[in-house]
């Protein structure tokens, strides 16, 4: 048996690959960590060599010296024929900064000579080639448990489909730094003003019934659908592998939680769908 599924992990230094890449190996991928880019092929034909079916690498800027030539190597792998995934973890810029400050440890990039921010600001630079060709997580947020449920679900897409990925945020938390589209449902009616409503969220009955019951919920709902269902066709086309639509109230509880289980009910008997609920730690 030869490697038939090969996924390449990269990312900003503190955002989640070591999380993604125990995940990955918990999920039977044979892991890499820190390879230098010109390996790329060499490895995973070694792999071949050793019958394993699945190989989960990670690239980032420990190897800056050879990165540079990083979309090459890409190449090299593809003309293999292999079914090859990347999949780029980011957070924002605050994050990563507080990380780094919480664990005391130094940034790759900073050789004395940048701070942890300047050194980010580089490393987003460098790691753009890949971010660009990548599924992207924004980590910014998230627990270890979340990141491994995302990780879970990405493994298990057929890549051959486009897929739809709907994503409930609060505003106040900031706005996902992975999404195609943002739809902001703040003005729309809000349970939280009700005490009965507050500690529950959108997937609860209650709260379902209440927003079903506002005129301008289903207005809402239908103009996102119909906007939808008129593009994404347009990104089939473009032979697009995911399209990220965001739906942020503004504490990630109520509405956009609702409009967000709706959309993917929606879809789901047509397309690819994967629903995420950013601000939700409930049962992890």
């Known amino acids: 048996m030869s490697v038939q599924s090969v996924l390449l992990l990269s990312g900003l ?26 390996l790329l092929p060499q490895t995973v034909a070694l792999l071949d060599e050793d019958g394993y079916p699945k190989a989960a690498i990670a690239i980032d800027v420990r190897s800056a010296h050879n990165f540079s030539a990083f979309p090459e190597h890409l190449q090299a792998l593809q003309a293999m024929r292999k079914d090859v995934r990347l999949l780029f973890l980011e957070s924002s810029t605050e994050t990563l900064v507080k990380r780094f400050s919480e664990t005391r440890r130094s940034h790759p990039l900073a050789a004395g000579h940048l701070t942890v921010s300047e ?16 599924h992207r997580f924004d980590t910014t947020g998230l627990s270890a448990n979340q990141l491994r449920s995302w990780v879970r679900d990405f493994v298990g897409l057929d890549k051959s489909r ?5 994503e409930s945020f609060g505003f106040k938390h900031g706005l996902p730094l992975d999404a195609d ?5 703040r003005c729309l009616p809000n349970p939280h ?9 959108g997937k609860d009955r209650l709260v379902i019934d209440f927003l079903q019951r ?5 207005k809402y ?12 066709p347009e990104f089939d086309r473009d032979q697009r592998s995911y399209v990220t639509v ?35 730690y409930a049962g992890l």
């Open 13 to 38: 230094s503190g955002s989640g690959k070591s999380v993604a890449l125990r995940a990955l190996e918990d999920l039977g991928y044979f892991c890499v960590d820190n390879l230098p880019s010109p």
């Open 119 to 134: 050194a980010i600001m580089l490393e987003r630079e460098m790691l753009e080639y890949f971010a660009n060709s990548a």
């Open 162 to 166: 486009l897929t739809l990925i709907f």
């Open 181 to 185: 589209f943002v739809f902001d449902v």
């Open 193 to 201: 003003y009700d005490p009965v409503l507050r500690p529950l969220t």
């Open 214 to 218: 506002q005129e301008s919920v289903g």
């Open 221 to 232: 709902l239908t103009h996102i659908i119909g906007f939808l269902e008129r593009w994404i």
């Open 246 to 280: 965001a739906i942020g109230c503004t504490g990630g509880q109520h509405r956009s939680v609702y409009l967000t289980e709706q959309l993917g009910r929606h879809f789901a008997p047509n397309r690819q769908v994967l629903v995420r609920h950013r601000e939700q």
